[in-house]
């Protein structure tokens, strides 16, 4: 699979490690200019670097994108330093679990607060950046749990199925403007966040998160007239995820 995305730019949020990290260094190998973001300085000067040694471009601003603020202030400085806007990578994202009864109001509000309100606003910033080129990419990272359940994971669950509501919607919104939008679902990812989510989980069932930053590029190579709504990947064994 061969995707050239030269002279294309592409903003990654949760870009400091994990798939985040994965999707960054595969959208950066294929020639596009990267602004990352996620919320610790030190992890995206590691992601920069790399793309950099390899003879890349690459930005960064650390930013809470749970917080409007955060939002404005990313977008506020992709803007300065790129002004058109061809991907974006929604791929920030917090997991917890615990049965529904126990749950705390407060994890609640604070996973809505990531996995969907951070992931609304930068869809509409971008939006914002890409309606008036008439082009671009939108590719929101989600997950099984997307469109399955499992148990003690309610609250992270309908976080994810949120994420797949705005996704379905704003895929038929966006079409007019010839802007794609598509989200791709993983099963269990050997990362910090399934780890923190299932850590019963046997790591070597684990996909890799070369897996998922593999199915972007895949969506990437499409021609533009072809319109993915979604990928759902699992790790090929008999693990029920």
Same mark, same amino acid.
């Given at each position: 699979?061969?995707?050239?995305?030269?002279?294309?730019?592409?903003?990654?949020?949760?870009?400091?490690?994990?798939?985040?990290? #994965?999707?960054? $260094?595969? &959208? =950066?190998?294929?020639?596009?200019? *990267? +602004? %990352?973001?996620?919320?610790?300085?030190?992890? !995206?000067?590691?992601?920069?670097?790399?793309?950099?040694?390899?003879?890349?471009?690459?930005?960064?601003?650390?930013?809470d994108?749970?917080?409007?603020?955060?939002?404005?202030?990313?977008?506020?400085?992709?803007?300065?330093?790129?002004?058109?806007?061809?991907?974006?990578?929604?791929?920030?994202?917090?997991?917890?679990?615990?049965?529904?009864?126990?749950f705390?109001?407060? #994890?609640?509000? $604070?996973? &809505? =607060?990531?996995?969907?309100?951070? *992931? +609304? %606003?930068?869809?509409?910033?971008?939006?914002? !950046?890409?309606?008036?080129?008439?082009?671009?990419?939108i590719?929101?990272?989600?997950?099984?749990?997307?469109?399955?359940?499992?148990?003690?994971?309610?609250?992270?669950?309908?976080?994810?199925?949120?994420?797949?509501?705005?996704?379905?919607?704003?895929?038929?919104?966006?079409?007019p403007?010839?802007?794609?939008?598509?989200?791709?679902?993983?099963?269990?990812?050997?990362?910090?966040?399934?780890?923190? &989510?299932?850590?019963?989980?046997d790591?070597?069932? %684990?996909m890799?998160?070369?897996?998922?930053?593999?199915?972007?590029?895949?969506?990437?190579?499409?021609?533009?007239?072809?319109?993915?709504?979604?990928?759902?990947?699992?790790?090929?064994s008999?693990?029920?995820?």
């Amino acid at each position: 699979m061969i995707t050239d995305l030269s002279g294309k730019v592409a903003l990654v949020t949760g870009a400091g490690r994990g798939i985040g990290r #994965s999707i960054a $260094l595969a &959208l =950066a190998g294929a020639g596009a200019r *990267l +602004f %990352l973001t996620a919320r610790s300085t030190g992890e !995206l000067e590691s992601v920069a670097g790399e793309i950099r040694a390899e003879g890349g471009e690459a930005d960064f601003l650390a930013a809470d994108l749970s917080r409007s603020e955060g939002v404005e202030a990313v977008f506020s400085a992709f803007r300065r330093r790129y002004g058109a806007l061809d991907l974006l990578v929604n791929n920030a994202g917090l997991g917890l679990s615990g049965p529904l009864m126990e749950f705390p109001a407060e #994890s609640l509000e $604070l996973l &809505l =607060a990531i996995n969907v309100k951070g *992931l +609304f %606003l930068c869809c509409q910033q971008a939006m914002r !950046l890409m309606v008036p080129a008439r082009r671009g990419y939108i590719i929101n990272i989600s997950s099984v749990v997307g469109f399955k359940g499992y148990a003690n994971q309610a609250a992270y669950a309908a976080s994810k199925h949120a994420v797949m509501g705005i996704t379905k919607s704003l895929a038929v919104e966006a079409q007019p403007h010839g802007v794609r939008v598509s989200a791709i679902l993983p099963g269990a990812v050997d990362t910090g966040l399934m780890e923190a &989510l299932r850590p019963d989980l046997d790591k070597t069932l %684990l996909m890799k998160p070369q897996d998922v930053a593999d199915a972007v590029m895949f969506l990437l190579s499409l021609s533009e007239t072809a319109a993915v709504d979604e990928i759902y990947i699992r790790r090929r064994s008999s693990a029920p995820f």
